[in-house]
């Protein structure tokens, strides 16, 4: 649903203020009544109401709490992070960087009076205490943290050095005074309606001085007494489209994982990393739609509407489940339900706790998990191929009267014709681009069928196209040549081919270097230069010139890359 926000922009010589209208109408015709009312002018200055505010430093990081501010802050992933804060911990820049306490050390909170002190000022000094309220956390270790204060720099690269400036931050403000606000409200009235003009100052920066990602901007407000008197310049009603439910950052899911007890600080990088791997999660921005919004202006006391086409989503990188993520996860949860329980793993985390401090035995807690789980194990072993694979019937094919089946192979998700069990075997396809085994509709299917198209021949051999593994392509030989993204694999032409083609060609004779014949070549790729046999891949030595290898060394590159 929709809602329209209201905003004004009013005037008293020489200053401008800008207010908003508390309600947010949920349509044209109520927000265009609302417009009607902010008419009759001026407004006055009903009340101009201060108070002081506070804002209190966060605690120390954990392992956690890093990777969601260094997501949000520097966009780095969580893998990124780890690396980066492993690189920095070897060298001693800073402590331990796996833990979920955010506990310190008296030597390091007395290093960070010292040095608060000497820099800032003792009245910026204010020592503080933590509690770590993580479920299960063990505080074998402090928060993260810098090992000396003093250094205001740290790091082998921009990116390590940018990492630790966030560390020692935030560090530093942990062990800060309280930064100290003004905060400002005015309301104003025109006998219809009101408006509101919300700011905020900061009296005292306190530990913001130290910790500048997390600065406050002031917003000042025109100094405005009660029953001074302001002119409306003009106003405008929005619409703003209803939030779409949110998909997971990687910063998102950390905590999400650390609030559930899934797991621990050494845990959560690797998991975020193994879901992607495995092709389960797909971290790309989430998709756009375009929708056509209203806006409504007053100015001189017209309303006019004009409509605006705004892109939404594709804002983040998001972790989009993928068709393996829907099979795999629908048969866990109806094949093994309480191994896949959010709860399982921060209960077995308490049990093995339990076990550690010798209150639980072992093999009695192994004993009564793999008696139920055998169980389970050999009930799911007797599911059939079909059931497993989710195998959706979405129509039948007019011409054969064979099932169109959508369902989910041993490369992903695909199309099958025929079922296994027909005298005629089954033919396969590709999911269309952009379709899922729950969306992708008969007459996409039926097209994915008449693929490869034949387009014509040069040289005696044909020139097909079709859609592969990474996507629609164009054939010659053993000549594969991608189709650009606004081109379509089902109208693309014989001479687009060819020309696709002769370009892939062209590419491939200035990346190749020797070739010794049999598949055997020496090739100039990304990443440098290489060997290849067709099937094994082999870097080549920097202080080894690619162009004067002999048959002799590319089979040995190739020999111990196998």
């Known amino acids: 649903t929709t809602t329209f926000k ?18 947010q109408p949920a349509d044209k015709a109520k927000a265009k009544a609302v417009l009607e009312q902010l008419k009759t002018g001026p407004f006055d200055v009903l009340a101009v109401d201060q108070t002081e505010g506070t804002r209190n430093p966060a605690p120390p990081f954990t392992t956690s709490s890093l990777q969601q501010e260094a997501s949000r802050k520097l966009g780095y992933s969580v893998k990124r992070t780890m690396n980066l804060a492993q ?16 506990s310190l050390s008296g030597q390091s909170t007395a290093m960070a009076k010292d040095y608060i002190g000497a820099e800032f000022g003792q009245n910026y000094h204010q020592f503080r205490r933590y509690t770590t309220k993580t479920r299960g956390a063990q505080e074998a ?94 106003a405008k009603a929005e619409e703003t489209p209803g939030r779409v439910p949110p998909r997971y950052t990687e910063a998102n899911l950390v905590r999400t994982l650390e609030e559930m007890g899934i797991g621990r600080p050494s845990t959560y990088a690797p998991t975020i990393s193994t879901i992607q791997d495995r092709g389960y999660v797909s971290r790309e921005p989430a998709p756009t739609k375009e929708v056509e919004l209203t806006i409504l202006r007053l100015k001189a006391g017209k309303i006019s509407q004009q409509t605006e086409v705004k892109t939404l989503g594709g804002d983040s990188k998001k972790l989009l489940p993928t068709d393996t993520a829907t099979v795999v996860t629908d048969f866990l949860l109806k094949h093994f339900k309480d191994v896949v329980d959010y709860d399982f793993t921060a209960e077995v985390e308490d049990e093995f706790d339990a076990i550690e401090v010798g209150q639980r035995a072992w093999n009695a807690m192994i004993k009564d998990f793999y008696t139920d789980f055998h169980k389970t194990v050999m009930a799911a072993a007797k599911v059939t191929r079909k059931e497993a694979t989710q195998a959706r019937k979405i129509g039948v094919d007019p011409q054969t009267k064979r099932p169109i089946l959508a369902r989910f192979g041993r490369y992903g998700p695909m199309l099958q014709r025929g079922e296994a069990e027909d005298e005629t075997k089954p033919d396969f396809a590709p999911l269309p681009p952009g379709a899922t085994l729950e969306n992708v509709t008969l007459e996409l299917a039926l097209k994915m069928f008449e693929l490869p198209r034949d387009l014509g021949e040069q040289d005696g051999q044909p020139i097909k196209a079709n859609i592969g593994r990474y996507g629609p392509y164009v054939q010659l030989g053993s000549t594969f040549a991608s189709i650009p993204k606004d081109e379509d ?7 687009r081919a060819q ?18 014949g049999d598949g055997l070549i020496v090739k100039s790729g990304r990443f440098g230069p290489y060997v290849t046999n067709g099937k094994t891949n082999a870097k080549i030595p920097k202080d080894i010139d690619p162009k004067k290898l002999t048959l002799d060394q590319v089979q040995s590159l190739l020999k111990k890359r196998a």
Request: aromatic share 6%; net charge positive; hydrophobic share 45%.
């Open 6 to 23: 209201i905003s004004a922009v009013l005037k008293r010589e020489p200053d401008e203020l800008a207010a908003v209208y508390a309600q």
């Open 87 to 102: 690189r920095l911990y070897e060298a001693g820049h800073i402590t331990y960087m796996r833990t979920d306490s955010v």
């Open 141 to 234: 270790h402090e928060a993260i943290r810098p090992t000396r204060v003093e250094r205001a720099e740290a790091g082998e690269d921009p990116a390590q050095a940018k990492l630790y400036k966030l560390i020692r931050g935030r560090f530093l403000a942990s062990q800060m005074a309280t930064a100290k606000l003004l905060k400002t409200k005015i309301i104003l009235s025109n006998g219809k309606a009101e408006l509101t003009a919300e700011g905020e100052v900061i009296t005292f920066d306190g530990w913001l001085k130290a910790y500048p990602q997390s600065a406050l901007k002031d917003e000042v407000l025109p100094k405005l007494a009660v029953g001074d008197k302001l002119t409306l310049i003009a």
């Open 489 to 495: 694999v089902f109208t693309i032409g014989l001479s």
């Open 499 to 516: 020309k696709l083609i002769a370009e892939r060609q062209s590419a491939t004779k200035k990346s190749l270097i020797k070739d010794f």
